[in-house]
């Protein structure tokens, strides 16, 4: 019997530990992830180079699936380089200011990873982010336009 009672109580450690939340899940990593998907989008629309560099992970893959509805879908993507350099020479100036959104919504977040979607209002982008070197960078971007009015 004193097996038996000494088993629950380790298993019923091992259970609050799992429960417990994530370190990752704290306001300030909340904050920061937020942070960086406005340098992200806010740094496209104003050309800040400087932002969307600071936002992105160097190896980062930013993709979108053209012509989905096709016989034939294609993968288009941008690495980090090419972003930047699309930021820098003001690849969002045919975007009319009242089109721009920066709706940013945080979908979960697992220790040093999250899942985040922003609503720019002419596009959807879903980010992979992850902690790297002590700071939320993002890796993946998979992106889609909204449909037309």
């Known amino acids: 019997m004193r097996k038996l009672v000494a088993i629950l109580a380790v298993v019923t450690m091992l259970c609050a530990v799992e429960a417990a939340p994530a370190?990752?899940?704290s306001?300030?990593?909340s904050s920061a992830i937020v942070a960086t998907a406005l340098d992200y989008i806010?740094?496209?629309y104003?050309?800040?180079?400087?932002?969307?560099?600071?936002?992105?992970h160097p190896e980062l893959a930013k993709r979108i699936v053209g012509d989905p509805a096709g016989p034939e879908s294609r993968l288009q993507e941008m690495t980090a380089t090419q972003l930047v350099q699309a930021t820098a020479s003001g690849g969002a100036r045919g975007i009319?200011?009242?089109a721009r959104k920066d709706d940013v919504?945080?979908?979960?977040?697992?220790?040093?990873?999250a899942s985040v979607r922003i609503d720019a209002?002419?596009?959807?982008?879903?980010?992979?982010?992850?902690?790297w070197n002590?700071?939320?960078?993002?890796?993946n971007v998979l992106w889609e336009m909204a449909p037309r009015d």
């Open 96 to 98: 009319p200011e009242e």
């Open 23 to 25: 370190a990752a899940q």
């Open 27 to 29: 306001a300030a990593d």
């Open 42 to 44: 806010d740094g496209f």
């Open 46 to 56: 104003t050309s800040d180079a400087e932002r969307m560099e600071r936002a992105l």
């Open 134 to 139: 002590g700071e939320w960078k993002i890796v």
């Open 121 to 131: 209002g002419v596009w959807i982008d879903y980010l992979h982010v992850a902690r």
């Open 105 to 113: 919504s945080i979908l979960d977040i697992y220790n040093n990873i």
